[in-house]
Every structure is written in structure tokens, then in C-alpha cells.
């Protein structure tokens, strides 16, 4: 709640923004603290920072998710620790709920800079306005599938009115069914805009200027963004609750009219942020290795080796999925093995020391027994030692094709189509083994020909046809056998959408054993309870939502509105 009343002393009326320094998006970014006017395009570009901790692939991201939703949708493995289902300390949700709050308030000032504007400037500015929100709205998803209802339509006003008590009183909590409604049309509004084409061409020019994401100013390419999120974001209401009808009918508005609404279509369509190695900022090969390398946040999952087929002896064969040596490092052994989680944390830990001193014996000192995510694509080999060509990537092709294969295969909002649903399936598991080689083809770690960076295994790189051939064997028309490839795409990379694939759909059900030693939470939550920023500062308005919202006292265990209430299975 502190971000959300945050004082600001700018000329302006403007907080100011993380340090950064990179001298491209200094020259993007006046600093309103120094100076007596800002224009809607810099702020835009201080909404895009605001995000960039959550959005991208920052340090304190992946150690907060890798042990939460990485843990719950089990695409990281666990070893059965003591509190893995209560996830990283308090502080760190409380971090998460600070910034999206900073994110909005930069929002609020974009907004009301614009409002200001002439009726001539508003049109040269109004890409940045929905821009800006699209992109807000975008991490409002994420807040609103942690935490379900929370402060939005009077939160952010503090900066302008500096009425700290009137602040507080219009921070009321708006209800998630609402905001999602809200969203939904927000995007709509943002995709005719797009559609509408004859875009101010000064408001154009200023894109490309201020734009430091990875579309660099392409019309083309935020367009396909703005539409991919209103699908993201459908489809995730689509199976369950109270906005199935708003959902469906957004879904079949988008499919069926690619032309007015384009979507992401092959990876070089992407959108995220390049990353930069000449400031920690952007270098999120070095935060990501920071946060990951050598930890057990880097773990294998069973429910990823089962996703991509690997024997129960770890050895790949024919059946085995193409992704296995671009997602996990193998053993000495070439087999890829993870935490079995019917056994305790002692006998996990125990199996992997006998392994271990194996390998020393046969001269191998360096070594792990479990699979880790791969060393050279994303976690890096040591701390600070990471992929210097990792780049954040907010939606890809994969995700929108293995989407659109949902839709048809389930009916959402349009006829069910099962040829539609299988073609769109194989483009999708085409199209993630191609990004996830990519990444490691391209890391800047990379060596021809080897597998890992300790050099296990000679390293052949699979072909197209190989994805294909893969893609049309496990095809099934099961909601399953697709959101399970959906659930798969987001894996490591977006934790957090794989916890909300799995709590949407009960896919893939990720087998847990009971934590016995911690009596409040015992099993995998289904949200994470307000933070403590808001019992602090905006306590009656929180107060007020758990009363409406909380089935018991913590909200770990209470249903969001769009998800099942059991998505898992326990041993």
C-alpha cells in the first residue's frame, strides 16, 4: 500500500524511476525531478521500466517465482523441503505488490499528462496512452491471478492530490470479476485503435524514440502484442466462473477476424526486452544466473520430464521430446533425472550423494545426479556468469498458437474444430522448440556441438522436421494433451502462467507429497494472501476485501473465481 500512496516531490508531480545507467534509455527518459516539464512519450517509457523487474527476466523475479508459482504448477522440482508450499519469505510478495502499485502510479501520470494535452496533441499521443496501459494492464493480470481482488479504479492518486486520508479512502479494493471485465475492454479499445490504421504519424515517429522493448517503435508488432494479451487474458477466463460469456465472445472476435485483429504468429514476432549487458538493469543473463545457478531453484521437475516423455530411467528415446537438451542439463549418465517426491527430503538428498560420490570415483569432480535447467541457455554456470544474450520475452508465437488450438479444440467461442485445434497444436510445439533452441543456439555460452557448459555429452542440434514429427505423435484432442504444451511453453520462463494453466484447467496434474512439518500449509495454496504493506497502510480497505473474499483466515487455500479448487493430486 505504500506505492500505491507514494509521495512524490517531482516538479511534475512525477515519482522517479529506478537508476539506470544506460545512456539509451536516459536519452528516452527526462528525469522529472530535474526538470520542469514531461512529455506523454517519456512517461510511457517510465511506465515500460516500471514493469521491467516483472516483465523481464530480473534477479528478484525468479527468486521470488521459482519458489512459489515455480513450485505450485511444479515446473521447478522440489525436493520436499520444510515450507515449500508457504514459497519465498512475506517480503518478497510484498516487493511484487510495491512495484505493480509503482507501475500504476506512473500509469496515473501518463494518463493525466495526456488528459492535459490538447485536442490536436491527444491524437499524436494517444498510441502512448494505450500503450502505456496495455502494458500496465498486462502485470494488473498478474496481480489480479495472485491475489484476486485489489486496489485499481481509485488507487495511484496520492501523487497528484497529496491528501494522504482521502488517498486510503479511495483505495478500496475493486472486485477481480470487475477489473477483468474492465481489462477486456480496455484491450478491445486498444485493438480498433490499432485497426483502425491511419495512425498519427508524429505519434508514430515518437514510438520509435522511445521504445527501448524489443519492438523498437514497430507499429506491427505492438498491434500483434495488444491483441495476443486480449487472448492471453480470454482464454484465461474462458473454462471457469463468471466471465466465461465476456471471454468467449473476445475469443471469437479475435480469431475470427486475423485481419482487423493480427496476432503473434512466428518467433520473430515476439515481443519482450533485449537484454544489455552494459547495465545490470537489462543484463538478465547475469540476474537470472545470480538468482538460479547452483540453487534449487534450477531444478528439474518429474512433471517436466514426464510433459516431454523421458522413461522412467531418464534415458531420452524416439518418443522423447526435441526441447530435453535445450530445457535441462543431463548427468554423467546421460539420463535426465528429477526429485521423486513420494520419498522424504532425506532419501532425495541421500540418493544424489551416493550418485555423486560415484562420479568422484570415476573422475568426474563437477557433476549433478538430478537435471537442472540448462546452463547454457538460462541458468548460466555460475553466479554472475550467465547467458549475455538472454532476453526477456512478454508473450511468444508458441503461446498464441497452442492458445488458439484450446479455443477451437474446446469451443470457446467459436465452433469446435478438431483439424483447427491440431494444426494450430503443431505450429505451437513447433514454434517452442524452436524459441527454446534458439535460446540455447544463441547463448552467448554456447559451444557447437556441446551439450551443457561441464561438457557432458556431445550436442546434436534437432531439425524442423524433428519438431514436426514429434508434434503430430503426442497430438491428442484432449484438453489435456494441449494445455499441457501450453502449461510446458511457459515452464521456467513464466512461472507464474504456468500456475494459472494449471489452476484454470487441472492440467497437467502435478503430483505432490503432504508438507507434514508445516501444519498451516500443507499443500499447494490457491492464491497468496495480501501483503503486508497493505494490513500496514491501507488495513480497513484490506480488512473489508478478506471479510468478502477469505474462506478461511490465510487465503492460501480460498478458490479465485476463474480456477478449479483442486488442480493437483498428493501421494
Known amino acids: 500500500m505504500k506505492k500505491i500512496f507514494f509521495t512524490v516531490f517531482a516538479a511534475v508531480g512525477m515519482m522517479s524511476l529506478v537508476s539506470c545507467s544506460d545512456s539509451d534509455f536516459n536519452e528516452k527518459y527526462a528525469d522529472p525531478s530535474k526538470t520542469t516539464t514531461v512529455s506523454v512519450p517519456q512517461v510511457f517509457t517510465g511506465v515500460l521500466d516500471a514493469g521491467n523487474r516483472w ?103 496520492l501523487w497528484k492530490t497529496g491528501d494522504y486520508d482521502g488517498a486510503k479512502k479511495s483505495a478500496k479494493y475493486d472486485d477481480d470479476v470487475q477489473i477483468y471485465k474492465q481489462i477486456l475492454s480496455d484491450l478491445k479499445e486498444a485493438g480498433d485503435f490499432f485497426a483502425a490504421g491511419n495512425l498519427n504519424a508524429a505519434g508514430v ?40 460469456a465476456e471471454a468467449k465472445s473476445a475469443i471469437q472476435e479475435l480469431l475470427s477476424n486475423p485481419t482487423q485483429y493480427p496476432l503473434i504468429e512466428n518467433n520473430s514476432q515476439n515481443i519482450g526486452v533485449n537484454g544489455d549487458t552494459a547495465t545490470d538493469h537489462f543484463n538478465y543473463g547475469k540476474g537470472v544466473s545470480q538468482a538460479l545457478a547452483g540453487s534449487s531453484m534450477a531444478a528439474g521437475s518429474q512433471a517436466m520430464l514426464d510433459a516431454m516423455n523421458v522413461p522412467a530411467n531418464g534415458v531420452p528415446d524416439e518418443n522423447t521430446d526435441p526441447r530435453l537438451a ?31 560420490k560415484e562420479y568422484v570415483e570415476r573422475g568426474i569432480t563437477t557433476s549433478n545426479y538430478y537435471c537442472r535447467i540448462d546452463t547454457i541457455a538460462f541458468t548460466g554456470w555460475a553466479a554472475y556468469q550467465g547467458n549475455a544474450n538472454l532476453n526477456g520475452t512478454w508473450i511468444n508465437a508458441a503461446e498464441v498458437a497452442l492458445s488458439k488450438a484450446e479455443a477451437y479444440l474446446m469451443g470457446y467461442g467459436v465452433a469446435a ?41 556431445a550436442l546434436t542440434v534437432p531439425t524442423t522436421a524433428d519438431f514436426e514429427a514429434y508434434a503430430n505423435k503426442i497430438w491428442k484432442a484432449t484438453q489435456e494433451c494441449v494445455a499441457t504444451q501450453l502449461w510446458l511453453n511457459f ?77 493437483y493430486s498428493l501421494y
Open 417 to 457: 474444430n478438431e483439424a483447427a485445434a491440431k494444426e494450430n497444436f503443431i505450429k505451437g510445439v513447433v514454434l517452442s522448440n524452436e524459441y527454446y533452441w534458439n535460446m540455447k543456439t544463441t547463448s552467448s555460452l554456447y559451444v557447437e556441438g556441446n551439450d551443457s557448459y561441464r561438457g557432458f555429452r
Open 55 to 157: 516483465m523481464n527476466l530480473d534477479y528478484w523475479r525468479y527468486y521470488t517465482q521459482s519458489s512459489t508459482s515455480g513450485c505450485f504448477s511444479g515446473v521447478i522440482g522440489n525436493a520436499n523441503g520444510r515450507g515449500r508450499f508457504r514459497g519465498a519469505s512475506e517480503g518478497y510478495f510484498n516487493i511484487r505488490w510495491q512495484d505493480f502499485y509503482n507501475m500504476l502510479t506512473q500509469y496515473r501520470v501518463l494518463e493525466d499528462t495526456y488528459n492535459n494535452l490538447s485536442d490536436d496533441e491527444k491524437e499524436a499521443n494517444k498510441i502512448f496512452l494505450l500503450l502505456g496501459r496495455t502494458i500496465m494492464q498486462a502485470q494488473l493480470h498478474e496481480v489480479l491471478s495472485i491475489w484476486g481482488d485489489a486496489p485499481y479504479s481509485g488507487a495511484g492518486t
Open 326 to 356: 535445450a530445457v535441462y542439463d543431463c548427468n554423467p549418465d546421460d539420463a535426465y533425472i528429477a526429485y521423486d517426491n513420494s520419498l522424504t527430503s532425506n532419501e532425495i538428498d541421500n540418493i544424489a550423494e551416493e550418485k555423486n
Open 491 to 567: 515452464s521456467f520462463l513464466n512461472e507464474l502462467e504456468a500456475w494459472n494453466v494449471n489452476r484454470r484447467t487441472g492440467f497437467p496434474n502435478v503430483k505432490f507429497a503432504k508438507d507434514t512439518q508445516m501444519a498451516d500449509y500443507p499443500t499447494p495454496p490457491n492464491r497468496l494472501p495480501y501483503p503486508s504493506d497493505e494490513l500496514n497502510f491501507n488495513k480497513d480497505n484490506c480488512e473489508a476485501a478478506k471479510a468478502i473474499n477469505y474462506s478461511e483466515s490465510t487465503g492460501y487455500y480460498t478458490n479465485l473465481f476463474w480456477a478449479k479448487q483442486t488442480y
Open 205 to 244: 515517429a515518437a514510438l520509435k524514440r522511445q521504445d527501448f522493448s524489443s519492438a523498437a517503435g514497430s507499429v506491427d508488432i505492438w498491434q500483434r502484442y495488444v491483441n495476443s494479451l486480449r487472448l492471453r487474458i480470454a482464454l484465461h477466463l474462458a473454462t471457469n466462473g463468471d466471465l466465461v
